[in-house]
Structure formats: structure tokens, C-alpha cells
């Protein structure tokens, strides 16, 4: 079970948009729906900001959007703020009934 | 409003045994809509999946851990447990519990899930 490979880190200035992706195989990502995302501030806890490849749950700002195509999914974060600064890690159902996170990128917002 | 915390030792020597409970508060464990889960981060590097546990005992774990980890599901409803045996510093870690949100395959047969609320987690170190 490998871990999700994610570009080590990102940047964009505020207002701007930027992706970040996620690459698996076809017996995580590309096998299921089950794609989330999530937010860490330092010493804190993750955050779900996506679930289900583009589901957002209550609360979560609609700047935040996910999808997917084939064995990668990406998080797109538009209209970026100040606060968006922080690491993002991926994570997939796979097959065998587990689970494997990505290893995670460092959004900087310039 | 559901709340969980996560407690135990910090420091732990190579080959001891951690035990780490998972409180739950503003609710239990007995819903067939979640698992429970265990997930870790050493310093400064990402998040790894331990395990998930169904209020019913059933267990799912990370295969690199498998042959150390036991998970349990208190049966007062509001906790569940972790032991990870044969301790090396690469254990060490924050660890973090999490509550799983099931979600449906096309059938509407249970599938899959993700982490929808997390523990504040706890700092466990292993060193002689």
C-alpha cells in the first residue's frame, strides 16, 4: 500500500486560484469515489474539506472544490486567502477495505 | 456536538507496548453510520493510516502495521482503543482519533468513508 504522491508544495497570491493533485492507481483513486481532503494549520488537527471526489461538508467554503479523472484527483482552491495557507493531504479508500493518504503539500500564499 | 480525545503515555521505551484510548463525548460508537479510525503523523512528515474499527469489533489495518496493532471498541459505547506493540522511534508520533463517515457504494451497501471529526491528538514519543 503506497501513499498518494502530491506535489511537495504550492503557491498563488491571494485571489487567485490553484490546484493540487493527487495521483493513486486504479485500486484507490481510480477504483473508487470515496477521495477526500484535508486542511492542517500547524499543531492542529486535519480538517475534511472534501469528501466523496466533490462533496464539501456544512461549513466549508465553496472556494474549495474537488474532482477527479482516472486515477488522479485534484482540489482547487479559488479566491485565495490568507488563511488558506496550510498543509493538504489527500486520502483514498482502497481496495482490501483500507485506507492510504497522500503525502501532503505546503500551500503558501504569497 | 460530537467531541473525541485521545489519551494515554508520551513516553514509551523500544520493544514496550502503547495503549491509547479515544473518548467520545456528545455521542457513542454504536451507529452503523461510522467507523472509528487511528491515524498518526510523525514530526514534520504526513498522515499515516493505522486503522478503523466498527462499533461491532470489526477491524480494518494498515497492512505495513498489521502484526502490531490491535483495535478494540469499549462496550460502554464511548470509547475505543488502541495498542501498538514492539515500539521503535519510527513510532514515534502524533496520534491522532477520528471518527469515520461511511459512505454507499451503487448498490446502497456500506463503502468506503472519510475522516469527518478528529481528536486533537496526542504526542507519544519513543526513546530508551
Known amino acids: 500500500q503506497s501513499a498518494l504522491t502530491q506535489p511537495a508544495s504550492v503557491s498563488g497570491s491571494p485571489g487567485q486560484s490553484i490546484t493540487i493533485s493527487c495521483t493513486g492507481t486504479?485500486?484507490?483513486?481510480?477504483?473508487?469515489?470515496?477521495v477526500s481532503w484535508y486542511q492542517q494549520h500547524p499543531g492542529k488537527a486535519p480538517k475534511l474539506m472534501i469528501y466523496?471526489?466533490?462533496n464539501r461538508p456544512s461549513g466549508v467554503s465553496n472556494r474549495f472544490s474537488g474532482s477527479k479523472s482516472g486515477n488522479t484527483a485534484s482540489l482547487t482552491i479559488s479566491g485565495l486567502q490568507a488563511e488558506d495557507e496550510a498543509d493538504y493531504y489527500c486520502s483514498s479508500y482502497t481496495s482490501g477495505t483500507t485506507w492510504v493518504f497522500g503525502g501532503g503539500t505546503k500551500l503558501t500564499v504569497l | 456536538q460530537l467531541q473525541l480525545q485521545e489519551s494515554g503515555p508520551g513516553l514509551l521505551k523500544p520493544s514496550e507496548t502503547l495503549s491509547l484510548t479515544c473518548s467520545v463525548s456528545?455521542?457513542?460508537?454504536?451507529?452503523?453510520?461510522?467507523?472509528w479510525g487511528w491515524v498518526r503523523q510523525p514530526p514534520g512528515k504526513g498522515l499515516e493510516w493505522i486503522g478503523n474499527?466498527?462499533?461491532?469489533?470489526?477491524?480494518y489495518y494498515n497492512p505495513s502495521l498489521k502484526s502490531r496493532v490491535t483495535m478494540s471498541a469499549d462496550t460502554s459505547d464511548i470509547q475505543f482503543s488502541l495498542k501498538l506493540s514492539s515500539l521503535t522511534a519510527a513510532d514515534t508520533a502524533v496520534y491522532y482519533c477520528?471518527?469515520?463517515?461511511?459512505?454507499?457504494?451503487?448498490?446502497?451497501?456500506?463503502?468506503?468513508?472519510?475522516?469527518?471529526?478528529w481528536g486533537q491528538g496526542t504526542m507519544v514519543t519513543v526513546s530508551s
Open positions: 466523496e471526489v466533490s
Open positions: 477520528a471518527r469515520v463517515i461511511r459512505g454507499y457504494d451503487s448498490r446502497g451497501y456500506y463503502q468506503g468513508g472519510a475522516f469527518d471529526i
Open positions: 486504479s485500486s484507490d483513486i481510480g477504483g473508487y469515489k470515496y
Open positions: 456528545g455521542g457513542s460508537i454504536s451507529s452503523s453510520n461510522y467507523y
Open positions: 474499527i466498527y462499533y461491532s469489533g470489526t477491524t
